[in-house]
């Protein structure tokens, strides 16, 4: 070495002093620079590989490296219905009954049925399909059309008393008594008061009885004799606990008075070939996931 | 440090001045090549090692699973649920610094940091292949010719095989070892695996071969913030200047009349990875590595003169040695209430821990009311409620558990019927190792109080059938009724 090293740096200061103490202006290692300037470079063959810049109307600079993440998205969307593909076959091939039976199957179809459930069914029967008002509770044991696997599965496929299909579940409308004339609002009162009387309920005993003839003559072709319901008919069972509708005087009176036609609608109908609203693996997946919560026959 | 005014050429940017540490011998360089070897050891052999759990579970002693979401260290099993155990251990590395920045100053960035390490190896590798400092400097200063391409290739070869080794140990944490290493050689591993060993093996690459002291200088925040621990008691690196001052060449034959001790020989700077020279005090590029100390004693050895002009002292004794008098016992510098305090609150977590470690269940169960809707109203009027049991099943067997439902009233609780949804009986049977969902139904009959109440409290047992010690737990939840 020709020259002694001297191991004192000489380091600037900025000349700012605050008692005594003084601000250095030590320069920034160079390699700093240059991963300032790497970066610069960085960005710009990024925004040209990728997609970057917002165009008006049109989405984006595509990027020559042609990265899409919704073509990502429907890969990955591909890649796993082609997993799905085999136990999907499966589970049309399998007889209804015998879903519950292929743990597999089982498996298959809590989770895409249930998905179903919650995209397709969930409005109007609630995410836990507890039901509302006018759409039944699926989790009870008390079924309008049946609670077997195949009525469940047809009942989604077609539909209730939907106009479009005409495989739909035509199932009686409760008529309307006094919109129609049929009854007259004494006859009406005393059927109320008859079915209170039936379902438990406190009831006027000499309205009820005058009820008892007008039900017999007007009411049992579709609630039966003992107006317990008809699963043909889709008429509900009067004597339980559990009303579509509501089960006080008020609200029985507006049902017999103006009548009552809830509508579901058909899954499988499309106004063309291959429209269909749900698919037969989606049909028998969500009819699998309602029959296994708790009410299926 | 000298200081100037600011002139019109000052530059805004500097490039790196090259360190050659040159090779010494003495106490801390011994130091450093065990701590060296026992901790690369352990880097390198840690994630090799086999336990074995059964055949349900992986037998690698330390594995991070993150597909499974499952930490294992030899007996232990971690769930992602239990994460306060890292998260504590995670304190007491925090702790433990600051106890030992305390007591011994930036003790981890001068023995035991990754970089300090690593860059040690890979200096180690350059001073064999590129000979020592003298050697070096003259290579760096010399052309592109053969010699130094040779060497340069040879060096830089063999840093990327360290690189390499690197970046392969580190992916073995998190997968089966001896599979990864046959699926990394047949091309058969995922891209993850050849990702994250590229980039570790980049990153060791450029920190050890090149940037080695600039990221303590100018990346890490840990020397900033060691600051903060440091105080007058701290045991830290020192040049006894008024011993060696005014420092002076010493002639063979000659007596220096006035001279210090220091005959400015330039030991201590030559081997000193940051390039500095400790006889300007203390610097912010320190790390406290103490090779300037065994190359300091080296030459005070030859020239016959006493030890440790530069050694570890601590400031509180500089007036005292100065004086002459008698300095503090060391002791008595470390155990001070600040690092009695860092001490407490890193031992006080450490038994928490175990505390808990010891007392965790090997069973997890919780329970979820359903809540849409709250009840089912069943025809005859009987009031249902669901709920969703999780049972967490970290035996490393399956078990089948009884699980049953009680109220505070006992003749409610006979009331209560219960049902596993899609199974028979009131018994799950839950895999080795595995999070159970199972929906529950309970019945409450027409006119009983739990149909009739808003709420009630009740509570859901889980209980281990068979033989062998008892395992049950419970968790609290509501029945929810008809009442108002």
Known sequence: MSKKPTTKKEVQTTGHQWDGIEELNTPLPRWWLWTFYICIIWGVAYSIAMPAWPIFASGATPGILGSSTRADVQAEIDKFAAMNKAVEEKLVATDLTEIAKDPELVDYTRNAGGAVFRTWCAQCHGAGAGGNAGFPSLIDSDWLHGGTIEQIYTDIQHGIRDPNDPDTNPSAQMPAHLDDELLEPEQIADVVQYVLQISGQEADAEKASAGAEVFADNCTACHGEDAKGMHETGAPNLTDAIWLYGGDAATITKTVEHGRAGVMPSWSYGSSEGTARLSEVQIRAVASYVHSLGGGE | MSSTEPTDDAPLYAAREPVFPKRISGKFRSLKWILMALMLGIYYVLPLIRYNRGPALPDQAVLLDLANRRFFFFGLEIWPHEFYFVAGLLIMAGLGLFLFTSALGRVWCGYACPQTVWTDLYILVERWVEGDRNNRIRLHRQPWNAEKIRKRLTKWGLWLLIGLA???????????????????????????????????????????????????????????????????????????????????????????????????????????????????????????????????????????????????????????????????????????????????????????????????????????????????????????????????????????????????????????????????????TVPADQLYNQRLYLDAGPGSKLAGTNRTDIRIWVEQVGEGEPVQDSANTVFNGKGK
């Open chain 2, 166 to 428: 690197t970046g392969g140990a580190w992916v073995f944490y998190f997968t089966d070892a001896p599979t990864l290493v046959h699926d990394l050689f047949t091309g058969e591993a995922s891209p993850v695996a050849y990702t994250t060993i590229a980039v570790a093996t980049a990153t060791t690459f450029a920190f050890g071969g090149f940037a080695r002291e600039q990221m303590c200088i100018y990346a890490c925040p840990w020397p900033r913030i060691q600051a903060a621990m440091m105080d007058e008691d701290t045991i830290t690196i020192a040049y006894r200047e008024w011993r060696g001052e005014p420092r002076g060449k010493l002639h063979k034959g000659q007596v220096a009349e006035g001279q210090g001790d220091c005959i400015d020989c330039m030991a201590c700077f030559n081997v000193c990875p940051m390039g500095i020279d400790i006889r300007n005090g203390q610097q912010l590029e320190c790390i406290t590595c103490g090779l300037c100390i065994d190359a300091c004693n080296e030459i005070m050895d030859k020239i016959g003169k006493p030890r440790g002009l530069v050694g570890y002292m601590a400031l509180k004794d500089e007036a005292n040695e100065r004086a002459g008098n008698k300095v503090t016992n060391i002791w008595k510098h470390v155990l001070r209430p600040r690092t009695l305090l860092y001490f407490t609150l890193w031992g006080g977590i450490g038994v928490a821990l175990v505390v808990a470690l010891v007392m965790r269940s090997p069973l997890d169960f919780n329970v979820t009311p359903n809540r849409d809707p709250l009840y089912v109203l069943q025809p005859d009027g009987t009031i249902r409620n669901i709920y969703t049991m999780r049972i967490r099943n970290k035996h490393g067997e399956t078990v089948e558990y009884r699980i049953s439902a009680t109220t505070e009233d006992a003749a409610e609780t006979q009331a209560l019927k219960l049902t596993l949804e899609g199974q028979e009986g009131d018994t799950v």
